[in-house]
């Protein structure tokens, strides 16, 4: 795992397979992923995860103004997947959380009315995180999961 810029030449096929995976599988007002510019903002800090000189995923945290950090676009390329990348991510950013001082961690993913993002939701939960209600900045919605882990 390496910071990272998200609108690098070699992040930014990446970033359109997530983008892509959320538009084919949530519905559009449901949407909460973040493009290249999105994920550029202040305070967010972005990282690829690489294998053999190549970027094969990433993950991102978001500062939130109650003290804790939003998980934003784990993807990792579906060539890529099934061999523990996406926990390598997210063991990675639970990390950087605690390093950072914040409070918790928060997401929001799918819910269980959108099959793909089964995986997604089962990982989150071996890693200690909880559902939750609606987090800062998002309203309920039946097409989506939050979900929190307080951090130490």
Do not use: W
Not at 34 to 55: C, N
Not at 64 to 88: C, F, I, P
């Amino acid at each position: 795992m390496r910071p990272a810029d998200p609108g690098d030449l070699d992040i930014g096929p990446i970033i359109v397979a997530h983008l892509a995976h959320s538009r084919a599988s949530t519905p559009a007002a449901s949407i909460h992923a973040m493009d290249a510019d999105t994920l550029r903002a202040a305070g967010v800090q972005f990282f690829a995860l690489m294998l053999d000189g190549r970027a094969i995923g990433c993950g991102a945290l978001k500062p939130l103004t109650d003290g804790s950090v939003e998980v934003k676009s784990v993807h990792v390329l579906a060539a890529h997947r099934g061999q523990g990348h996406a926990r390598r991510i997210m063991v990675h950013l639970i990390g950087v959380a605690q390093a950072g001082g914040y409070s918790a961690m928060v997401l929001e993913t799918g819910s269980a009315l959108l099959p793909g993002f089964d995986a997604a939701r089962a990982l989150y939960e071996r890693l200690g995180f909880d559902y939750c209600g609606p987090i800062p900045g998002y309203a309920a919605d039946p097409n989506a999961a939050f979900m929190r882990r307080d951090l130490p």
